[in-house]
């Protein structure tokens, strides 16, 4: 049986992977702020064991998903197609254009806050009615949903896991902007994420 969806929620999903997709192309694509999730480990697997990140990538953010509709439901896997279908969309309409910042690798501490910014309140509207734009995003809600623990503090820990293993091959000075970055992402999607909505909004199964 095919879910219902609200036009309203599906556009809050399309406009927060927009917001993801632009931040990520004109901040953290050209500032060298590396990542943690999946994307960090995919970068950490091709480092140390040459996989592809086209292939870990694919593997485990697929795992996440199955996760995620074991844990939150049919709904929540059509939101997330949505979000992540918007997110690639969108991403490939920005490279279309030059970098709004191309010196912000230059200037590492701003490119870490405002990455945190768009990262934050684009992942933050798409979990807000229950959606992952990302593989990351899918674990962390579907964590948050079954171990009731706020969203912000799975990410954290996520990302502070991969973050620390990337100190293997990462200057230790890069990871720093990195991990700010992701402590200030994690704490605005939990900040919008606890304003979210009532009980009987929450995703059906």
């Known amino acids: 049986m095919i879910p219902r969806l609200k036009l309203k929620s599906c556009a809050v999903a399309l406009l927060g992977s927009a917001i993801l997709a632009f931040g990520l192309y004109n901040v953290h694509s050209f500032s060298g702020v590396t990542e943690g999730g999946v994307l960090g480990l995919t970068l950490l697997l091709h480092h140390w064991f040459g996989i592809s990140p086209s292939v870990s990538g694919f593997i485990l953010n697929a795992a996440c998903y199955i996760i995620g509709f074991k844990v939150l439901g049919k709904q929540f896997i059509a939101y997330s197609a949505i979000a992540g279908g918007g997110f690639s969309l969108f991403y490939a309409i920005f490279e279309q254009f030059e970098p709004i910042w191309p010196g912000i690798a230059n200037y590492p501490l701003a490119a870490a ?26 674990l962390a809600m579907s964590a948050s949903a079954r171990f009731k623990i706020g969203i912000q503090w799975v990410y954290l820990t996520t990302d502070f896991i991969v973050l620390a293993l990337s100190a293997t091959y990462i200057p230790l000075g890069r990871l720093a902007y990195s991990l700010l970055t992701v402590v200030l992402s994690g704490q605005i999607i939990g900040f919008i994420e606890e304003c979210r909505f009532g009980k009987k909004d929450a995703v059906q199964k």
């Open 113 to 138: 806050i405002i990455g945190a910014l768009f990262v934050g309140v684009g992942v933050g509207l798409c979990v807000r009615i229950g959606s992952a734009p990302t593989g990351d995003d899918a």
